[in-house]
């Protein structure tokens, strides 16, 4: 599971549903959700959390992309197995993430150690694991 700590920066609601602003070390991240963890507000310091699973990669992109949180990083890890590659990127100093891509995938954009690339992360995929401020 992957961790980030974060700051709730801002919170809109529409009856159940809600859009929530992160502040993760400068970067914006958002988070769409049905109900409210118990203490988040605005301020609130918070443990995000992701599925490696749910994080694409991307290589060279260029143009918009529907994606609400764009990260980037260098990898600094590659595990490919038969069917899975585990990647591992650095995204800021001390913090990595890991994503699970189809082996494929891994190879036909030929990643390697070192290389740039941008970790998408769909504002449904992205989730409050515990409100620090309770």
């Known amino acids: 599971m992957n961790r980030l700590k974060a700051v709730v920066s801002m919170i809109e609601g529409e009856q159940n549903l809600h859009i929530i602003s992160f502040d993760f070390q400068g970067t914006s991240l958002s988070m769409m959700g049905l109900d409210l963890p118990f203490g988040l507000k605005i301020g ?4 995000l959390g992701a599925k490696p699973s749910h994080i694409a990669i991307a290589k060279n992109i260029h143009g918009e992309l529907s994606y609400s949180n764009q990260l980037k990083g ?3 890890r590659i595990e490919n197995g038969k069917l899975l590659s585990s990647i591992v990127v650095e995204i800021k100093k001390d913090v990595t993430l890991q994503s699970f891509i189809t082996a494929k995938s891994s190879q036909r954009m030929n990643l ?3 290389d740039d690339v941008t970790l998408l992360i769909k504002a449904s995929d992205l989730f409050v694991l515990e409100v620090c401020d309770v």
């Open 74 to 76: 260098m990898i600094v």
């Open 112 to 114: 390697q150690t070192g």
């Open 44 to 47: 609130a310091n918070v443990i």
